[in-house]
Every structure is written in C-alpha cells, then in structure tokens.
C-alpha cells in the first residue's frame, strides 16, 4: 500500500469525522452557529466570491438541488461581512431559499450540509491544485498512469521528477518527503514490471525513508526540547545509532543535529552560536529558505532564553543574528513583520546600547507591521524604549502609548512605567507600583492566565525591594540576584539583575 493511498484514506476518515460534526451543528436555530458559516467566515472575499461563480455553473453545480445550493449560498454572502443573526435565522432563511408554505423539517438542514461538502470539494481540489502542490500532483498523475496501463509513460514522467530532485541543490523536509515519494513510484512501477531480476528499487527507498525520518525526528526533537526549556517535560530517547551515516549525505541533516547538540546544552558557549552560524552561512546554497528560517529560529529562541535565563553577555550575540537575520529577510513573512519581532529587536538592540540601529529600524519598519498599527502602539512603544534606554527618562514617558487593559501589550506598557519612575527616583513609583499590583490581583485574574499573574507579581516584589536598598549594599545584592535567579516566573528578570548587580 503507498504512502499517498494512506494519506487519503486518512482524509476520508477525517471528512467522515467533519460530516458528523457538520449535522449536530445543524440542529441550531441560528444559521449563523453552523459549521458551515464557519468555514464561509474563514474564507477570502475572493474565495468567497469565485465559489458564487462556480455554483452558478451547470458544468460544476448539477445535482438536482444545484439550484436551491447557488440561492441558499448566495443569501449567505448577501448577510457579510457581519453575518447578522437576523438575516441568518433559519426561519427567515428557509422561506427564502424554498417556495413550501410550511417548513418541512431537516430540508434546510440538508442542504446546508449539501453546501458544506461543496464548498470542502472546491476548497480542497484549490488547495491541490495551487501551484505550490505541482510535485505532489505530478507523482501522482505517474501513479494514475501507472494504474491505467500505461506504465511506460509512467515510468518517463517519474525518471523526469527524480531527475529534477537530483538537481535541486537547496534541502528541505518537503524535499526529503518528495524523493522518498518518487522513490516510491519507482518501487511500484519495478514490481508491475518484475522480471525476477534486479532490487526493485527497494534499497533505494530505504535510504530516502531514514534520510526523512531521521532528518523530521531531529527536527521534532529540536522542537521537542526548545518546549521543554519553557515547560517541566521529561526527557525523550535520542536513538542516534544510525544518524551519523546520514549527516554523511545530508547537510541539513548535519545543522539539525548540531542545534540539536546546542538545545540539549544547558549552558552552551557564544562561541558555539557563532560557529553554527558561520556553518549556516557557508551551506546556505544547499539549503531551501525555509530550513534557513527554521534553523535561524532554533538559534535567536535559544539565546533568547539564556538571556532570560540571567546570561546578559549573549545580548549581543543575539543583536547580531537579529541584524544578519533582517537583512537575509529571515525574520520577515512575505516582507513584513510580526508585532512581537517588531518589538523584540528594539529591546534587544538597546539592551546591546545599538540606540541607532534601533531607533532607524523603529522608523524603517513602522509601516511594514503585519496587521498594521493604526494608533501607532507598537511604534510608540519602541521609541519609548528607545529613550528609557538612553537614560531619557522623561522623554520615554512623554512617549508610552495607551494600551486596552485587558491586552497583553498593557501589562508591558505599565512594566516600563515603573522602571522609569524606578530610575527618576520619583515619589509616585509606590503608588504606580501599588496601582499595577491592584490591577493584576484583583482585576487581571479574569482575563490574565495565572502564569502571566504570577509573572508580574514577582516583577513587583523584585522592584519593591530593589526600591528600598541601600546603594553599595554587596550583602543585599547578593541575596536580590539570589532571589530573582530562583524565580521561575519573573517579568524583566535582565534587568531587574542588572539593578540587583549595580547595587553592589
């Protein structure tokens, strides 16, 4: 049995599953609880719009109820982009789509779940047929040539895609995944043709499966333990016996057990950061830009969490693959960039005391934010920053941003708040600090996960303290870099140590 016939029969499986589901949905007075006006939500206005096109079809919407489809789906469309309640009650709905005097019951049901399987058909042949899904289609197309008799072109168009794998210099899992497939026709091509002679191409499979299974197993390790750094999970067998014959073959494979080898260190060297990244570099061409991004991922996280972890002298080693990586656009999504990269980098970039860099990326990537930023938050935040880490203190207040305070961005805004009226010495930090504690203990529990409570309170407490000691106290810096090192959930921990150690 093939790899793809299991794939689809998983499919078949799922839609079963999704059907099952599509009809207890349906039970709803309200059009707008179905599964069904989920699915239409989550799809594009264009989508949206060309599946209007293809139902409106007879070569694509022929059933006997093709009609009814087109006019409930089209009702649909007319009620967006808010999908009111009121357009989209059933009752409504029916004596629209139905010229029945009376509601006949589960009609309407049925038609919605017609509708729900057309709409899935449409979709997923969209989704295999896009242009980035071209190898996959034409492996298969081999394997239907194959099964239809005529093995000879078959066996034409498969040589054909091994050829092209041969010559994609660039790796990748999709790459690894593609030739264990080709490899695979190969085999049943061979078997149909048997002549009692030769391997079948047997061997040949073998090796393009361990070459994928060991390649995604080190991937889903690395993944496994940048998780297990976060959160308390138990350690998982390496079972490497066979791994080193294939980092022989495979330059992906390789760096992926070297990031490997740096996540299982609890305390790896800055110099081992930056000889991975040397080593990136010169097998760049061997390598598909999203492996790239991947891996340059696995390297910013890590350093990341040492630097939370108290280690500060990787900050710049950090603000370096930050830049390298901006400038190769591995941090970017088709040119733009996330809010918490956007900014991540700037507190990273002035931690490194770059307050040019940062201030000139702040303003070069304000409008490439993906979502946007209309009230200009992020940008106001960053510029914030920026002044707070030049010692500009009131200029940093002048600039703080307003934030809803049941967002995650508010907790932040108020967290720096604090630490420029830390460092004014100012009279309203007890109140601010009493103000902010208020806040998460007896208004934030409602919309803050308790680790993220737990994670400003003991930001308070470390700050407090902070507050009150006496300058040139080593005894009390000592204890307060002792305190915040013990703390698992600790907001602003980098710089609450470098207050704590300049105490001393």
């Known amino acids: 049995m093939s790899i793809l016939f299991k794939l689809v029969q998983n499919y078949s499986n799922e839609f079963q599953e999704n059907r099952t589901l599509l009809l207890a949905c349906t039970e709803l007075q309200l059009m707008t609880k179905t599964y069904l006006l989920e699915v239409i939500k989550a799809t594009t206005p264009i989508k949206q719009q060309e599946m209007a096109l293809l139902l409106a079809s007879p070569l694509f919407n022929r059933g006997g109820n093709a009609k009814d489809l087109a006019k409930l789906y089209q009702i649909i469309l007319d009620a967006a982009p808010d999908f009111s309640e009121d357009l989209l009650s059933k009752e409504k709905v029916y004596f629209q789509v139905f010229s029945d005097k009376s509601i006949v ?22 989704r295999y047929l896009s242009e980035s899904n071209e190898k996959q289609q034409l492996v298969d197309w081999a394997n239907w040539l194959r099964e239809s008799g005529l093995a000879e072109r078959s066996k034409q168009l498969t040589t054909k895609l091994k050829t092209s794998e041969n010559q994609e210099k660039a790796e990748s899992l999709e790459q690894y995944r593609m030739n264990l497939l080709i490899a695979e026709e190969e085999h049943e091509w061979e078997s149909v043709n048997n002549q009692a002679k030769g ?14 299974f060991y390649s995604y197993r080190t991937e889903l390790l690395n993944r496994y333990l940048l998780q297990q750094k976060v959160a308390q999970l138990p350690n998982l067998e390496s079972g490497d016996a066979n791994i080193l014959l294939f980092q022989q073959k495979s330059d992906l494979l390789k760096i992926s057990k070297r990031v490997n080898d740096l996540l299982n260190n609890d305390l790896p060297t800055i110099e081992e950061f930056h000889d991975l ?9 061997n390598l598909s830009f999203q492996t790239l991004v991947q891996f340059y991922a696995y390297l910013r996280s890590s350093c990341s969490l040492l630097i939370n972890g108290g280690h500060l002298d990787f900050i710049p080693t950090l603000h370096e693959i930050h830049k390298d990586n901006l400038e190769r656009r591995y941090i970017l999504v088709n040119g733009e960039i996330t809010h918490s990269s956007y900014l991540n980098l700037v507190q990273i970039a002035t931690r490194a005391k770059d307050y ?12 490439l934010i993906i979502g946007g930023d209309e009230d200009n938050f992020f940008y106001g935040f960053n510029i914030a920053q920026c002044h707070f880490a030049e010692g500009k203190f009131e200029e940093a207040l002048d600039h703080l941003p307003d934030a809803p305070s049941s967002s995650h961005y508010h907790q932040m805004v108020r967290r720096l708040e604090l630490k420029i009226y830390f460092e004014l010495k100012s009279d309203l930090l007890l109140y601010k600090l009493d103000a902010f504690r208020k806040y998460i203990e007896r208004t934030a529990h409602k919309t803050i996960a308790a680790s993220y409570r737990t994670l400003n309170l003991n930001f308070l407490n470390i700050l407090l303290q902070l507050s009150q000691s006496p300058p040139k106290d080593k005894a009390r810096s000592a204890l307060l870099v002792e305190r915040i090192e013990e703390k698992k959930l600790l907001a602003e921990r980098t710089w609450l140590l470098e207050k704590a150690r300049a105490l001393g």
């Open 277 to 285: 990244m040397q080593d990136l570099k010169a097998k760049e061409k």
């Open 199 to 212: 391997d079948l191409n047997i061997p040949e499979v073998i090796s393009r499966l361990d070459m994928f």
């Open 356 to 367: 040019e860099w940062a201030l000139k990326f702040t303003e070069d990537y304000k409008a």
């Open 105 to 126: 019951p589960r009609k309407l049901d049925k038609l919605i779940s017609d509708l729900n399987k057309v709409l899935r058909t449409y979709t997923l042949a969209k």
